[in-house]
């Protein structure tokens, strides 16, 4: 996961999110909304909402959909 210039945070998709899906980190905290998907099907990243004004401690670090780990 990085930010982008527009500040969105851009993650590189393992299993299926859809727009509006929220991503937590591994203690569940919300951390951003997807809000568009980007990329080939191949190789699929999501554009998100920060949910929380600390989001460069999580740039590097796995999230989760929804609160499943």
């Known amino acids: 996961m990085h930010i982008a210039k527009s500040g969105r945070l851009i993650v590189?998709?393992?299993q299926k999110v859809?727009?509006?899906d929220v991503l937590v980190d591994a203690k569940g905290?919300?951390?951003a909304k997807v809000v568009e998907?980007?990329?080939s099907v191949k190789l699929p990243y999501a554009s998100a909402i920060p949910l929380t004004d600390r989001?460069?401690?999580y740039v590097g670090t796995k999230v989760y959909r929804g609160g499943r780990k």
Request: hydrophobic residues 35%.
């Open 55 to 57: 989001i460069k401690k």
């Open 12 to 14: 590189k998709l393992t």
């Open 18 to 20: 859809n727009p509006g």
């Open 29 to 31: 905290k919300k951390v």
């Open 37 to 39: 998907l980007i990329g």
